[in-house]
């Protein structure tokens, strides 16, 4: 039953990427329909953030009330409800309210999984588990750019993705028995980590290269959300692209995501988490360097491809990696904090660049971009000499 199990929680993952991307790629026409400045799809975005790290750091007492499967379940549910909220909104306020639901959900089921996969499978899976994120990161875009190209609007964009996570969330549901029993390799409902004492956040915080790895999951998120939430709206104010075509090439950072998720697995099964980080970090680095340059309609596409190319591993290697750095019995709480300090990076800095863009430039986007990811890099280093593994 473990191969039923794991082909639940790949499409778990699907459902998880499915809503993310959206927004970024609708915001173009939704800014102009609600009468809202271009800043304020930071603002939807940081409500969404805050509820995920509410949920993030509660993840390991539901896992132990709810179990992983349960827990799954109810957050997949209560994603698919906001996501049918959104499609009918027609103030930016009842956006706003939406996105409360929306983030609640979306926060607790990402640590529990993860963790659950970090305890009782190879880094290989880490990497196709989110390789599956990304496509449905990827095919969120798409949707919606259909949707706009056939003159629907973007709320029936928001519909058809909704729909999809309502049959997910039933599938999930009726496998539920499958998290119940013995699989046979130790994993089950409390399995993940969940058996453990729930760690306060001031617990965690002492733990050696704890605050670390949370300051560079803040900037991997920081650096993802960004890219993903902006890129849209940078082909269209500073490359002079229509809104139409830039929500659908937008989504080639998710698409580059995507395939070097699935090359990580691969890859993974050679190279240690810690190579795999690096190496994405570089690839990473690369791809900003290409939207620097000024000139052509390839150049950018290219460098948010090799951006998300570089993105690819850096999250599911360092998530398999935590708990051989910080011990199986503080996993959870320990994931369930690097998700809040991640989400944190998704609450803050969109925003923070959406400012920028409406007060200064949209053109700093790779500067910015350049800026994490360098700041993200010399606190990973810092956390692997302060780790005991």
């Given amino acids: 039953m473990i191969h039923l199990l794991l082909i639940i929680i790949y499409l778990a993952f699907i459902s998880m990427g499915l809503p993310d991307s959206l927004l970024g790629s609708a915001w173009p026409v939704m800014y102009k329909e609600f009468g809202t400045p271009v800043s304020y799809a930071g603002i939807i975005s940081m409500i969404i953030a805050a509820g995920t790290i509410i949920s993030s750091l509660q993840s390991s007492r539901l896992v132990r009330w709810l179990g992983t499967g349960g827990l799954t379940a109810a957050s997949v549910v209560t994603t698919a409800a906001a996501l049918i909220g959104f499609s009918f909104s027609h103030s930016f306020g009842i956006l706003c309210l939406w996105a409360v639901p929306y983030g609640l959900g979306a926060g607790s089921v990402d640590a529990s999984l993860n963790n659950y996969i970090a305890l009782h499978f190879p880094s290989r899976h880490m990497n196709w588990l989110h390789c599956m994120w990304g496509l449905g990161a990827s095919a969120g875009p798409y949707i919606m750019g259909y949707v706009l190209t056939g003159g629907q609007g973007w709320n029936m964009g928001y519909k058809y993705i909704g729909i999809l996570q309502i049959m997910l969330s039933g599938i999930l549901i009726v496998s539920l028995p499958l998290w119940n029993q013995d699989n046979g390799d130790g994993t089950g409902p409390d399995s993940g980590g969940s058996g453990s004492t729930p760690l306060s956040l001031r617990e965690i915080i002492k733990i050696p290269g704890s605050k670390e790895i949370m300051v560079t999951f803040f900037c991997y998120c920081a650096l993802e959300q960004t890219t993903g939430l902006w890129a849209g709206s940078y082909l269209v104010l500073d490359r002079g692209w229509q809104a ?136 990973h280093e810092s956390a692997l000499k302060r780790c005991k593994n």
């Fill in 244 to 379: 139409e075509s830039a929500a659908g090439y937008a989504g080639l950072f998710f698409v580059g995501i995507t395939a070097g998720r699935a090359l990580s697995g691969f890859l993974s099964i050679k190279l240690s988490d810690i190579k795999m980080i690096r190496l994405g970090q570089i690839i990473a680095f690369v791809g900003i360097l290409m939207l620097f340059i000024p000139f052509g309609r390839i150049t950018p596409l290219i460098g948010l491809v090799l951006t998300g190319f570089g993105c690819a591993p850096v999250y599911p290697c360092i998530i398999h990696s935590t708990p051989q750095h910080f011990g199986t019995d503080n996993s959870q709480s320990m994931i369930g904090a690097q998700m809040a300090a991640a989400y944190a990076g998704t609450c803050f800095m969109p925003l923070l660049f959406g400012l920028a863009a409406n007060h200064l430039d949209a053109s700093l986007f790779p500067f910015y971009l350049i800026l994490i990811l360098f700041i993200m890099v010399i606190m």
